[in-house]
């Protein structure tokens, strides 16, 4: 064969990865209009040519022989875990006629639709929210677990400013990771940190990972302190102690001028106020008067002393916060955690002279605060009955060394852009971290102001949760008995992505199987029949990632995307092959449900704004869309007309490169970050109002200003000898979600790594006669699974490791079937598992281990 | 002669979370000629009360972040923000969902 024929055979196309959240660049060896292979972009900054397991195996997700290929139609009214539906192969015409007219039954009484547009960050992801907003219900729901995310996106928004917090390991000397594997499994942008990180390491970053399992980061670390199960505040709460009181080790310039730190606090918690203005007061040590925050004259703002002014007697929060500690002493807390009094010194030490208070440096002519030190913490510190207050101690710490989006502390994700539009977060209300922050309009969890609670009128009641996020855990409770919550109506539709909430979103599946067969009726998006499809009445094939158009392809170019020194990217999604015959683009789909009901109009005014269409570049209403003409409008729109579909479809990413205030906004944000959550206890006060008129007794503990450590339900069960072992998650970095279960390559990986197994510490194992690869029952209050045992000594002892999302039983997923054990099944799914703040369902569940 | 006409008559919709508390997606509401954006908020946080309130102001007069207002299809920042004016057109107040993660 000559070049120029095998040149035409055989092509490279460049696109999106979508086995995850993040969109790595790829590019996807086509030979015959058939995907062979995939590789990293190397021109992408985001994963510069890496990729992870996952993405390597996609092709076997695209050729996967079970896929749905045409829409599918339950004949078997009755639903179940496990019941066949009965499928029938319908056409698309009657698929979407069908739809049409359950919305129409609802059309008067909107909020009775449920919508899960979980994608995850893709275009399905935004339209499902436009056709949901526009519908007119509140229940539109954009996230995928029932944990991850619902602290740290409010805490950061307000403490950092962006959507997530990411060390910067281009300059960090120290880096401690608690209930995570950044960097080295998981996270945003993972392909990229995963090379930093090593980077880092290579040139001597001490890495201290804590968690009660000793994975992949723990094995990549210079030292893994394993620590019981949901104690994460204790010892953050100690570490703040060591610094603030033993060590007086603390940033007093960041603390008087970028905190609330200097904020006079009243007998009765509140701020002192300006008479006049209502702005909270400040002692300004400089010519002894009291301020507001916001004059111009302040030079000294004292973070001690007590001082009146206007008739009330007020302390600078920052000695709160000092007082409040100290009764964590290292002793103290060695009891909750496991963790040896002197290890909790010697870390706080290390952290807080590595943090080198005082010291700058100069970046691209730019001076710059310098603190080479952070703590890191997600998923598992924020899986727990009082999720908010085990991960906020955690983030004080950066604070109070002054680490916070300068060089070498931890960054805030995706805040702040010039290009291709600009966007940055600003102050607000009493000076603080409020507005902006965020690249896509729309929706942003900010914990800060939060809002005023009110009766609910949602199905989960999130109106009880004014700081939370979002609230889709709540579901599987509150719909067992709305009227408790002052509701009078039912939910009856669910329109899906292609996503498995049954498994992936919520606790015990008998109460989510409670609530979906609740459901009249339950429209999915599907790539395979998963768990959660086996409920739906229509089932509508979905395109694989390597058949589709996105011009959103992931959050490692929205939220998540690398920080510091590094370009902006973009890319699209595009189909490297010809889609499935059969199969059409959800962006398509759902322009013809809109147009059945007639909000489409509606639909496309919420997508210009989501999307940032400008000008020509607009949807207008009246007409259609082929997906590929919406990918071009809005990359016109973004880049200009040299930039349109074309241009991305040759090119794969633009870059465009950032400035130092992009790279490191902590000094150029005139705004303050909080040490004391004065706000909570408004809210709290308000929230006790809605709940005594609603007769709801309510748990108010975690309103408060300063954190303390309170334990979860697993933490006493296994104090009072009911069980003896608390089960955790953790994660592989071959498996995100269940996206990859039915994937043969990953499924071989998984076996060949154990990963099916659950982890026992060997010497507990020994104790109670188990071996290496028994079979074991294991028993959560809520059910009992099978298992299969893998002895190690890298767990605490008092822990079981429960990894991945496995546990499949549909008869659409032969390959994963049988394999593993899902975690979330474990869990207790009730109102007291829930964290009244962010509304995080408890991860940590007490459980017995024994053949 | 003509006749002044002293009043106007807003078709407003709502979106999002919002047809779950005032009852309906859309209503009709007769304003004085001149009124704006804040005047007409004013007025459905009277007949709606605090449920209507507290999901569009974070505090007074400033909107939350999440809520979008629409005056003849235009994003009201770019027409004054809260001090739009008001025309016998369609003014859309829309409360968007938040973003997740996971």
Same mark, same amino acid.
């Given at each position: ?11 490279w196309?460049?696109?999106?990865c979508?086995m995850c959240?993040i969109?790595?660049?790829?590019r ?5 209009g058939?995907?062979?292979n995939i ?17 390597k195996?996609?092709i076997?997700n695209?050729y996967?022989?079970h ?6 139609k ?9 019941v066949d ?9 009657e ?7 359950n919305l129409?039954r609802?059309r ?14 893709t ?5 499902l929210?436009?056709?949901?907003s ?9 996230? &995928?677990?029932?944990?991850? &995310?619902?602290v740290?996106?409010?805490?950061e928004?307000f403490s ?10 281009h ?11 950044f ?9 990229h ?7 880092a390491?290579? !040139?001597?970053m ?8 000793g994975?992949?980061a723990?094995?990549?670390a210079n ?8 104690t ?7 570490m703040?102690?060591?610094l603030?009181n033993?060590l007086?080790?603390?940033d007093?310039?960041?603390?008087k001028?970028?905190t609330n730190?200097?904020y ?8 002192? !106020?300006?008479a006049?203005t209502?702005?909270?007061l ?10 507001t925050?916001?004059?111009?004259s ?7 002393g ?8 007020g302390?600078p929060?920052?000695?709160l916060?000092r007082e ?12 909750i955690?496991?963790?040896?009094a ?6 706080a ?5 590595a943090?080198?208070?005082?010291a ?12 080479p030190?952070c703590?890191d ?11 908010f207050h085990?991960?906020?101690p ?11 989006n300068?060089?070498?502390g931890?960054?805030s ?5 010039k290009?291709?539009h ?8 009493? &000076?603080?971290?409020?507005e902006g922050?965020h ?9 800060f102001p939060g809002?005023?609670p ?5 199905m989960d009641?999130?109106?009880?949760f004014p700081?939370?996020p ?5 579901l599987p409770?509150?719909?067992d008995?709305p ?15 292609a996503?498995?909430s049954?498994?992936?979103s ?21 790539v395979?029949v998963?768990e959660t499809?086996?409920?739906d ?6 395109p694989?990632?390597l058949e589709?158009?996105d ?10 995307p690398p ?5 902006f990217?973009?890319?699209i ?17 759902m322009q013809?449900?809109g ?9 496309y005014?919420?997508?210009n ?9 607009t ?14 409008r ?10 349109g ?5 040759k090119e794969?990413?633009?870059r465009?490169?950032?400035?130092i ?29 809605v709940?005594?008129?609603l007769?709801l007794?309510?748990?108010?503990s ?8 309170m ?10 000898g009911a069980y003896?072992l ?10 995100y979600?269940?996206f990859?279960?039915?994937n043969?390559?990953?499924d071989?990986?998984c076996?060949?790594t154990?990963?099916?197994d659950?982890?026992?510490?060997e010497?507990?194992?020994k104790a109670?006669g188990?071996r290496?690869g028994?079979?074991?029952?294991l028993?959560?209050p809520?059910t ?7 002895l ?7 822990a ?16 994963a079937r049988?394999k593993?054990l899902?975690?979330n099944?474990?869990?207790p799914?009730?109102i ?8 995080a369902?408890?991860h940590c569940?007490?459980?017995k281990v024994?053949? | 002669?003509l006749?002044?006409q002293s +009043?106007? +008559?807003?078709?407003i ?11 309906q ?13 804040r005047?007409? $908020?004013a007025?459905?946080?009277k +007949? ?5 309130t507290a999901?569009?102001?974070s505090?007074?007069?400033k $909107?939350?972040?999440?809520i979008l ?11 004054g ?5 008001l025309?016998?057109?369609?003014v859309?107040v829309?409360?968007l969902?938040?973003?997740?993660g996971?």
């Amino acid at each position: 064969m000559d070049a120029t024929a095998q040149a035409t055979k055989s092509r490279w196309i460049p696109t999106t990865c979508g086995m995850c959240y993040i969109g790595c660049g790829v590019r996807v060896q086509v030979e015959d209009g058939v995907a062979v292979n995939i590789e990293g972009n190397p021109e992408n900054p985001q994963n510069r040519g890496k990729m992870c397991a996952k993405g390597k195996a996609g092709i076997m997700n695209l050729y996967n022989p079970h896929r749905v290929k045409v829409p599918l139609k339950r004949t078997n009214p009755e639903k179940g875990l496990n019941v066949d539906p009965g499928w029938q192969e319908i056409s698309w015409e009657e698929a979407l006629e069908q739809i049409a007219a359950n919305l129409e039954r609802i059309r008067e009484s909107p909020k009775k639709l449920l919508i899960m547009c979980w994608g995850p960050e893709t275009d399905i992801n935004h339209w499902l929210k436009a056709f949901g907003s526009a519908f007119g219900t509140p229940h539109v729901n954009s996230t &995928g677990s029932p944990t991850c &995310g619902k602290v740290v996106h409010p805490v950061e928004f307000f403490s950092g400013g962006g959507f997530h917090q990411q060390p910067d390991l281009h300059y960090a000397n120290f880096c401690m990771l608690v209930g995570t594997q950044f960097g080295i499994a998981t996270r945003g942008s993972y392909n990229h940190h995963a090379l930093d990180m090593a980077e880092a390491r290579e !040139r001597g970053m001490k890495l201290v990972v804590v968690d009660p399992v000793g994975g992949y980061a723990a094995s990549k670390a210079n030292e893994w302190i394993p620590i019981r199960p949901g104690t994460d505040a204790a010892l953050a709460l100690s570490m703040l102690h060591v610094l603030l009181n033993e060590l007086q080790i603390y940033d007093r310039n960041f603390l008087k001028n970028k905190t609330n730190a200097p904020y006079l606090v009243g007998a009765n918690g509140r701020y002192l !106020r300006d008479a006049k203005t209502n702005e909270p007061l400040i002692y300004d040590a400089a010519d002894r008067r009291v301020k507001t925050h916001d004059d111009p004259s302040l030079r000294d703002p004292a973070l001690t002393g007590s001082y009146e002014t206007q008739g009330q007697r007020g302390r600078p929060a920052f000695e709160l916060l000092r007082e409040h500690v100290a009764k964590y002493t290292p002793e103290q807390t060695e009891t909750i955690t496991t963790i040896p009094a002197a290890t909790v010194r010697r870390l706080a030490r290390e952290f807080g002279e590595a943090a080198r208070i005082g010291a700058t440096i100069t970046i691209d002519g730019v001076e710059l605060p310098y603190r080479p030190a952070c703590v890191d913490w997600a998923k598992g510190t924020q899986g727990h009955k009082h999720g908010f207050h085990q991960c906020w101690p955690l983030k004080l710490l950066n604070i109070v060394v002054g680490a916070v989006n300068v060089p070498g502390g931890i960054l805030s994700t995706g805040a702040a852009g010039k290009q291709p539009h600009r966007w940055a977060p600003e102050g607000g209300t009493d &000076g603080m971290l409020e507005e902006g922050g965020h690249h896509l309009p729309g929706g942003h969890p900010k914990a800060f102001p939060g809002r005023k609670p009110t009766r609910p009128v949602r199905m989960d009641a999130g109106e009880l949760f004014p700081l939370a996020p979002h609230y889709h855990p709540l579901l599987p409770i509150t719909f067992d008995n709305p009227a408790a919550y002052g509701l009078s109506y039912r939910l009856e539709m669910l329109i899906h992505t292609a996503t498995n909430s049954l498994l992936s979103s919520f606790g015990d599946h008998k109460k989510v199987e409670r609530l979906f067969q609740s459901l009249k009726f339950s429209v999915g998006f599907a790539v395979e029949v998963n768990e959660t499809t086996l409920f739906d009445d229509i089932v509508l094939p979905f395109p694989s990632y390597l058949e589709r158009y996105d011009f959103v392809t992931g959050l490692g170019t929205t939220t998540i995307p690398p920080g510091g020194e590094h370009d902006f990217h973009w890319q699209i999604r595009q189909p490297v092959v010809e889609p499935v015959a059969g199969v059409r683009h959800p962006q398509e789909v759902m322009q013809d449900i809109g147009e059945r009901l007639g909000i489409l109009g509606d639909m496309y005014r919420l997508l210009n704004h989501a999307f940032i269409l400008t000008g020509e570049n607009t949807l207008k209403a009246g007409r259609h869309y082929p997906a590929a003409e919406v990918i071009d409008r809005t990359a016109r729109s973004w880049f200009g007309d040299a930039y349109g579909l074309d241009w991305f479809r040759k090119e794969g990413v633009i870059r465009l490169p950032r400035d130092i205030e992009e790279a490191y906004i902590g000094p150029f944000i005139n705004a303050r970050v909080p040490i004391y959550l004065e706000h909570f206890l408004q809210r709290g006060e308000e929230l006790r109002t809605v709940t005594e008129e609603l007769g709801l007794e309510w748990d108010f503990s975690d309103y408060k200003p300063l954190s303390d450590w309170m334990p979860c339900c697993s933490y006493d069960a296994a104090r009072n000898g009911a069980y003896d072992l608390i089960a955790v998650h953790f994660k592989f970095p071959y498996v995100y979600g269940s996206f990859g279960n039915e994937n043969p390559w990953i499924d071989e990986i998984c076996e060949r790594t154990n990963a099916y197994d659950i982890l026992l510490n060997e010497a507990v194992g020994k104790a109670k006669g188990i071996r290496d690869g028994d079979s074991v029952w294991l028993e959560s209050p809520v059910t009992k699974v099978r298992a299969r045992v893998k002895l190690t000594q890298c767990i605490h002892p008092e822990a079981v490791g429960v990894g991945g999302h496995f546990g499949h039983w549909s008869p659409g997923m032969p390959i994963a079937r049988g394999k593993g054990l899902n975690f979330n099944s474990l869990l207790p799914t009730d109102i007291d598992h829930i964290d009244k703040i962010s509304t995080a369902l408890d991860h940590c569940v007490q459980v017995k281990v024994y053949k | 002669m003509l006749v002044p006409q002293s +009043t106007l +008559t807003a078709q407003i919709k709502f979106m999002g979370d919002l047809p779950a508390v005032i009852g309906q997606r859309s209503l009709e509401l007769e304003m004085p000629v001149g009124s704006t954006v804040r005047d007409l $908020l004013a007025s459905l946080s009277k +007949t709606y009360g605090e449920a209507f309130t507290a999901r569009v102001f974070s505090s007074p007069a400033k $909107l939350h972040h999440y809520i979008l207002i629409f005056v003849d299809g235009e994003h009201i920042k770019t027409r004054g923000a809260l001090d739009a004016q008001l025309g016998n057109g369609e003014v859309d107040v829309v409360m968007l969902p938040m973003f997740g993660g996971g």
